[in-house]
């Protein structure tokens, strides 16, 4: 697909994975391409956030530490990020934490 570095590395890990299970590369093209048209049709034009893998361990020391009665800057400092952002992730995590935080 043009113009779209996504859809590009989606379509080639999904032949990896096809190919991982035995599918040939003429059989998964079709699969792949209506995969990706459909993703294309679908989601197209909207703006979206992946997160990074790494951030995963972030994620988590920062969520703990709240869990664990940390206050937002604590928990900030101790992951070495700024306040703004452990606050982003406290409020991207679906509401773990101390029962009592608010935001």
């Not at 032949?15 to 093209?29: E, F, K, R, Y």
């Not at 020391?61 to 452990?86: F, P, Q, Y």
């Amino acid at each position: 697909m043009k113009d779209s570095g996504l859809i590009d590395a989606f379509a080639a890990a999904l032949a990896q994975a096809l190919a991982a299970h035995g599918v040939s590369p003429a059989d998964g093209n079709a699969t792949i391409r209506a995969t990706c048209e459909e993703l294309c049709r679908d989601w197209g034009g909207e703006s979206h956030w992946l997160p990074k893998a790494w951030r995963t361990g972030r994620e988590s020391a920062v969520v703990s530490a709240v869990e664990s009665g940390a206050t937002l800057t604590e928990a900030a400092h101790k992951a070495g990020i700024h306040r703004n952002t452990a606050r982003k992730i406290i409020r991207q995590s679906n509401g773990l934490g101390r029962e009592d935080w608010v935001l």
